[in-house]
């Protein structure tokens, strides 16, 4: 929105310049973007609000403007004096689509003579961006710019039948619009038509058909109220946009109706020659009664933290249009002007008197009781599983904390009894569950039955028992991984490797009835029971109708909690490829797969980046109590590209550490 300082001050008698006017309205909620020197007048650019369509005319800031520096806003009369005939007999506006159009006015300007505009006039169009095309055009271009309120004129002579039609668009009807563009029209679309066909897009663009020339001598002004979704929609379906629709989108004034076309109709007498018709043609809904919303004085105080006495609270109040019509002791009963239809509330009325009374003398009170919490550790580490495991391919679960007694009584794996509610919201699981791997299954059982043969899951959540006769909460985290025990336990180590656990967490054999033998392990952290993991039996799965049994596994996260210390470490991309070179050894059972992995990295030296675990065989071609395990070592240097023989350097030290340590037999 471009405003005119000059211009501005045809309606408030400001002697501040256009910098001082523009350092002003942010105080008042108006955003300026800019502000230019045209010939000793400053122009500002205006960042208006959806809310606020009132400003988007000159009056409207010149309102604003007068409120906050005591001005006397002056506000032209129309002027207007009717010299030609009833307006009756001569056309007809019939409303066909009431839903759309709200209100529609006409009034007729005979014997015009179109031609230029006075300089004034058209410098002033210039002013705020707009292009002088003729004196009748050009008026209603000054009155949208000065009031807010969009107008159209029609050359009557070109309207079939010499009236108008408001109703929607005949499927399949097309109008060639002022700016050249031809559009199919749809049933939804408000038109303003003649006896027989569209001569206008209501609310959007006048039609070519009828628009302003030289050759015409009479016109039909309209002025209406258009429901804005109507003509947001068409404009939008029509790809067109101008300041009408802008204006039309957000809410025009509906008392502004009237005024608006008896100052166009009135500037048409006076500077094309014409003669205005007596009367109006004015159908559709009356111009609303002004909202009145009761302001309490105290509560304006209150919610604003300053106390501002009721004379000057009406006072601010009367300076943008808002009038007192009813007072009762601390409460003022004011009458909303129609052109701030966003004002419903007595809040909005607060919000008034703080932009009137300015921002800058409302004091800011900065010893509020407020105090930053750092976050908690426990917080912070569960945040980082959960992200984690989400990003390895897991679903969070959340699930009762109730279960059946057996199922508690089976997997006690952390407490020495179960815990069971006297009076049970489910008499089938009476008992606080004692571990979340039985949840997990069940939530597997249910995904399975829905369609879903493969999600692994997660869950971080307490379980509850009793150590030594007292009852105790533990948190868990519950895994249940469907694609095998190597990828649980590739996804444990992640957790341990992302949290910085303190120390190296130990896996040793565990035997127990709800993991298959030899494919279970039981963590230690410093010696102390961490967590159990494992493939479940055939017999565990079986109770929840699985006929593949998954890998599952239950960490004491209180305990590793304590033992996190994460860090992010950044590292840049390599910038040289890797070499990656594959070995089997054969080693007694005994051997564990971590002590392998420690002393193969440690005699990869500094070329070796990381070791991984391949494969675990047992059977033909390996002698009873000997197992062969296949791995691999990637190897990269950080200045140059590795040759072939470096790399295979680096691996007949792997090798030579496996045969002198583990007494490794090497397979090809």
């Known amino acids: 929105m471009k405003v005119s300082c000059d211009w501005l001050r045809q309606y408030c008698d400001t002697k501040l310049t256009g910098e001082e006017i523009a350092h002003m309205l942010p105080d008042l909620g108006l955003e300026v973007e800019s502000v230019r020197e045209a010939g000793g007048d400053a122009v500002l650019e205006l960042e208006i609000t959806a809310n606020r369509p009132d400003l988007l005319s000159v009056i409207g800031v010149a309102r604003e403007v007068a409120a906050a520096t005591g001005c006397e806003l002056g506000i032209p009369g129309p002027g207007l004096e009717c010299a030609g005939g009833d307006i009756a007999p001569l056309t007809s506006v019939e409303l066909a689509a009431p839903d759309l159009c709200i209100r529609y006015t006409a009034r007729l300007v005979t014997g015009?003579?179109?031609?230029?505009?006075?300089?004034?006039?058209?410098?002033?169009?210039?002013?705020?961006?707009?292009?002088?095309?003729?004196?009748?055009?050009?008026?209603?271009?000054?009155?949208?710019?000065?009031?807010?309120?969009?107008?159209?004129?029609?050359?009557?002579?070109?309207?079939?039948?010499?009236?108008?039609?408001?109703r929607r668009a005949k499927p399949g009807e097309e109008i060639t619009v002022i700016d050249g563009g031809v559009h199919k029209l749809t049933g939804e679309m408000l038109v303003i038509a003649d006896a027989e066909v569209p001569a206008a897009v209501a609310?959007?663009?006048?039609?070519?058909?009828?628009?302003?020339?030289?050759?015409?001598?009479n016109v039909l002004l309209e002025s209406a109220v258009f429901l804005p979704a109507s003509v947001r929609r068409t404009s939008r379906a029509l790809g067109l946009a101008s300041d009408s629709s802008a204006l039309f989108e957000r809410g025009v004034d509906p008392r502004c109706v009237d005024w608006g076309a008896e100052r166009a109709a009135a500037m048409m007498a006076d500077l094309a020659g014409g003669k205005v018709a007596k009367g109006v043609i004015d159908v559709g809904q009356a111009p609303p009664k002004e909202r009145v919303v009761t302001l309490r004085i105290k509560r304006t105080n209150m919610l604003l933290g300053v106390a501002i006495p009721a004379e000057r609270q009406r006072h601010l109040l009367a300076g943008l249009g808002f009038e007192v019509v009813?007072?009762?002791?601390?409460?003022?009963?004011?009458?909303?002007?129609t052109f701030r239809q966003e004002v419903t509330r007595e809040v909005d009325l607060i919000e008034e008197v703080a932009?009137?009374?300015?921002?800058?003398?409302?004091?800011?009170?900065?010893?509020?009781?407020?105090?930053?919490?750092?976050?908690?550790?426990?917080d912070s580490v569960s945040a980082e599983v959960r992200e984690l495991c989400v990003g390895l391919g897991y679903i969070e679960a959340r699930t009762p904390s109730f279960t059946a007694t057996a199922l508690a009584e089976r997997c006690r794996h952390w407490s020495d009894r179960v815990n069971v509610i006297r009076n049970p919201v489910n008499r089938?699981?009476?008992?606080?569950?004692t571990s979340l791997v039985p949840a997990l299954l069940r939530v597997k059982q249910t995904n399975l039955n829905k369609g879903t043969p493969r999600s692994p899951l997660f869950e971080l959540s307490r379980i509850y028992g009793a150590s030594s006769g007292t009852p105790a909460e533990r948190t868990c985290l519950g895994l249940l991984d469907d694609r095998g025990f190597a990828s649980l336990r590739g996804a444990l180590d992640a957790v341990f490797d992302r949290l910085g656990v303190s120390h190296p967490v130990e896996y040793a054999e565990y035997e127990d009835r709800n993991f298959a033998p030899g494919r279970s392990a039981k963590l230690t952290l410093d010696g102390t029971l961490l967590g159990l993991a494992g493939e479940a039996t055939r017999e565990l799965a079986g109770l929840f109708d699985l006929k593949e049994a998954p890998a599952v596994a239950e960490v004491d996260f209180d305990r590793l909690v304590e033992a996190a210390a994460p860090?992010?470490?950044?590292?840049?991309?390599?910038?040289?490829?890797?070499?990656r070179r594959d070995l089997c050894v054969v080693v007694d059972e005994a051997v564990k797969w971590a002590a392998i992995r420690g002393r193969a990295a440690e005699a990869?030296?500094?070329?070796?980046?990381?070791?991984t675990f391949l494969s675990e065989y047992r059977g033909?071609?390996?002698e009873p109590g000997r197992k062969a395990l296949a791995f691999s070592v990637t190897c990269r240097a950080g200045d140059r590209t590795l040759t072939g023989e470096e790399a295979d350097g680096v691996m007949a030290g792997v090798a030579e550490t496996m045969r002198r340590e583990f007494a490794a037999e090497l397979r090809a």
């Open 112 to 166: 015009v003579k179109v031609g230029p505009s006075p300089a004034w006039l058209a410098e002033r169009l210039e002013s705020v961006g707009l292009r002088p095309v003729n004196n009748v055009v050009d008026i209603t271009n000054f009155v949208l710019m000065e009031c807010g309120q969009p107008l159209h004129a029609f050359d009557f002579d070109k309207l079939r039948g010499r009236r108008v039609v408001v």
């Open 203 to 217: 609310g959007v663009m006048g039609g070519a058909a009828t628009e302003i020339s030289g050759s015409t001598t």
């Open 326 to 337: 009813a007072e009762r002791p601390g409460e003022l009963d004011l009458a909303v002007p």
């Open 355 to 378: 932009r009137a009374h300015g921002y800058a003398d409302i004091p800011q009170v900065t010893n509020m009781r407020v105090r930053a919490i750092p976050v908690q550790k426990v």
């Open 428 to 433: 089938e699981e009476p008992a606080l569950r």
């Open 567 to 579: 860090a992010r470490r950044y590292e840049p991309l390599p910038r040289f490829p890797a070499v």
């Open 604 to 611: 990869a030296g500094e070329l070796g980046e990381s070791v």
């Open 620 to 622: 033909d071609q390996i």
